[in-house]
């Protein structure tokens, strides 16, 4: 089922996967929902005020580099000059006319450029002089991110732009300040802008990096080497750059009776949306899906209908997409997806598997089982770890995940994949550990 929208407007589309056979009293209803946006170039006028909107230029942006300058960035002195040289490559980047500042982290935020609680507008001029006060930047200081983002809010949310956007480089843990006050930091900026987040090199903590990218609905990756930075940020940057819709959410309805188990996003990464829901009007509730350009994403959704008998249907879910207005309305974007439920007494219909379901459940247990089994490896439990790390290598050899099998390979010794028999490898490289664990959530597409 698919359905998209009128032309000159924003073209998404989406479609639903499903076996819709249920046993008798059966309940449980899966469905892998596909998104996807086309047309780039014609986005931003229907979505947003036709003032946030360039022609042929793209909506209009605001982008916050956010580079750490904690003392750890001179271990080794070449850290600090590749950050600088990266995120003056970011800088290159920028289209003409989009906002953009650069903060430095320490425990504290400060403005490098252009300073004043404002916003620089991308230009031949202001890209050179951002690129001179980089230069200026020494490190020195400690490392407490939820400032730096929350700096990072105060500069994006006076710009009257369509796309708001975070890049956030770190080397080191987030030591001065606690748990709770990064977590405080990211709810304050959930929903206000994305933000994509790196750790270069090997001394900081995986989890509160993926922890920023899941918060902001960005994404999370490790840049062992500092070499790599500068072609990583021009990436992130064009990736930002083709951002054409902001603030996507999935609405889902659902009918009396029936109950949401689970909404997650299962390609290209795993990020669980249910706890994301805000209420949207009688038994429909709004996910969010983030910044749009052209691309495709798919949703795992699970809901849970009231039992039947054989020869019944209903609709179980139906989805749309839609944007929130200024005035605080929501523009729908015209496409829909419905989800349904038939009892039947077919034991083959009712018990088979539909192959996207199937795939996604297996990618979202793939990525539970290596952080899992990462989990256990640190605290010594070897058997723990191995069946875990064997079960990832057999999800990963099984569902065609060759990166992923690629990276597990750095970490244990595959003696069979199809059975998932491991064995751990005595010495890891730390690089290869906290690759394997930033990118877990990663997933294949399922071949259509």
């Given at each position: 089922?698919?359905?998209?929208?009128?032309?000159?407007?924003?073209?998404?589309?989406?479609?639903?996967?499903?076996?819709?056979?249920?046993?008798?009293?059966?309940?449980?209803?899966?469905?892998?929902?596909?998104?996807?946006?086309?047309?780039?170039?014609?986005?931003?006028?229907?979505?947003?005020?036709?003032?946030?909107?360039?022609?042929?230029?793209?909506?209009?942006?605001?982008?916050?580099?956010?580079?750490?300058?904690?003392?750890?960035?001179?271990?080794?002195?070449?850290?600090?000059?590749?950050?600088?040289?990266?995120?003056?490559?970011?800088?290159?980047?920028?289209?003409?006319?989009?906002?953009?500042?650069?903060?430095?982290?320490?425990?504290?935020a400060r403005e490098v450029f252009p300073g004043g609680g404002t916003l620089a507008v991308a230009d031949a001029g202001t890209r050179e002089q951002a690129k001179q006060a980089l230069r200026k930047l020494t490190a020195g200081g400690g490392t407490a991110i939820g400032t730096w983002l929350?700096?990072?809010?105060?500069?994006?949310?006076?710009?009257?732009?369509?796309?708001?956007?975070?890049?956030?480089?770190?080397?080191?843990?987030?030591?001065?300040?606690?748990?709770?006050?990064?977590?405080?930091?990211?709810?304050?900026?959930?929903?206000?802008?994305?933000?994509?987040?790196?750790?270069?090199?090997?001394?900081?903590?995986?989890?509160?990096?993926?922890?920023?990218?899941?918060?902001?609905?960005?994404?999370?990756?490790?840049?062992?080497?500092?070499?790599?930075?500068?072609?990583?940020?021009?990436?992130?940057?064009?990736?930002?750059?083709?951002?054409?819709?902001?603030?996507?959410?999935?609405?889902?309805?659902?009918?009396?009776?029936?109950?949401?188990?689970?909404?997650?996003?299962?390609?290209?990464?795993?990020?669980?949306?249910?706890?994301?829901?805000?209420?949207?009007?009688?038994?429909?509730?709004?996910?969010?899906?983030?910044?749009?350009?052209?691309?495709?994403?798919?949703?795992?959704?699970?809901?849970?209908?009231?039992?039947?008998?054989?020869?019944?249907?209903?609709?179980?879910?139906?989805?749309?997409?839609?944007?929130?207005?200024?005035?605080?309305?929501?523009?729908?974007?015209?496409?829909?997806?419905?989800?349904?439920?038939?009892?039947?007494?077919?034991?083959?219909?009712?018990?088979?598997?539909?192959?996207?379901?199937?795939?996604?459940?297996?990618?979202?247990?793939?990525?539970?089982?290596?952080?899992?089994?990462?989990?256990?490896?640190?605290?010594?439990?070897?058997?723990?770890?191995?069946?875990?790390?064997?079960?990832?290598?057999?999800?990963?050899?099984?569902?065609?995940?060759?990166?992923?099998?690629?990276?597990?390979?750095?970490?244990?010794?595959?003696?069979?994949?199809?059975?998932?028999?491991?064995?751990?490898?005595?010495?890891?490289?730390?690089?290869?550990?906290?690759?394997?664990?930033?990118?877990?959530?990663?997933?294949?597409?399922?071949?259509?």
């Open positions: 089922m698919a359905n998209s929208t009128k032309s000159n407007v924003p073209q998404f589309s989406v479609d639903v996967y499903q076996n819709e056979y249920l046993p008798e009293e059966g309940r449980e209803v899966d469905a892998v929902v596909t998104v996807t946006a086309t047309g780039g170039g014609t986005v931003g006028s229907a979505v947003t005020a036709p003032h946030l909107y360039s022609p042929g230029q793209g909506p209009s942006a605001a982008v916050v580099l956010m580079v750490d300058c904690s003392g750890s960035m001179d271990y080794p002195p070449t850290k600090m000059r590749n950050a600088r040289d990266a995120t003056a490559a970011a800088i290159d980047a920028l289209r003409d006319g989009v906002r953009f500042a650069v903060v430095g982290g320490t425990h504290v929350r700096l990072a809010d105060r500069l994006l949310a006076p710009a009257d732009v369509a796309i708001r956007h975070g890049i956030l480089l770190t080397d080191g843990r987030n030591e001065h300040e606690s748990p709770q006050d990064l977590r405080a930091a990211l709810d304050a900026c959930a929903g206000r802008f994305t933000c994509d987040a790196r750790g270069v090199g090997t001394d900081w903590e995986v989890k509160e990096v993926t922890a920023v990218a899941s918060a902001l609905l960005g994404s999370a990756d490790i840049v062992a080497d500092p070499a790599g930075l500068a072609a990583d940020f021009t990436r992130m940057m064009e990736t930002a750059m083709g951002k054409e819709v902001a603030d996507v959410s999935l609405r889902l309805w659902t009918p009396v009776g029936t109950t949401v188990r689970f909404v997650k996003q299962v390609a290209p990464t795993v990020e669980d949306l249910t706890r994301r829901r805000t209420e949207a009007g009688p038994r429909a509730g709004d996910y969010p899906l983030g910044s749009w350009g052209d691309e495709s994403r798919d949703y795992h959704l699970c809901v849970e209908v009231p039992p039947a008998g054989i020869g019944q249907e209903m609709l179980a879910a139906r989805l749309s997409l839609v944007v929130p207005q200024p005035d605080g309305s929501v523009q729908n974007l015209g496409a829909q997806g419905l989800v349904r439920a038939v009892w039947t007494d077919d034991l083959v219909a009712s018990t088979s598997i539909n192959p996207q379901v199937a795939h996604y459940t297996g990618q979202a247990e793939l990525s539970q089982v290596i952080q899992e089994g990462l989990d256990l490896r640190k605290v010594g439990d070897i058997d723990g770890a191995t069946a875990k790390l064997g079960r990832a290598v057999q999800l990963a050899s099984a569902s065609g995940n060759a990166d992923t099998a690629k990276l597990l390979a750095k970490v244990v010794d595959v003696v069979d994949a199809a059975t998932g028999t491991v064995r751990l490898k005595a010495k890891v490289e730390e690089a290869d550990e906290m690759t394997l664990e930033t990118r877990s959530t990663k997933t294949v597409r399922v071949k259509k």
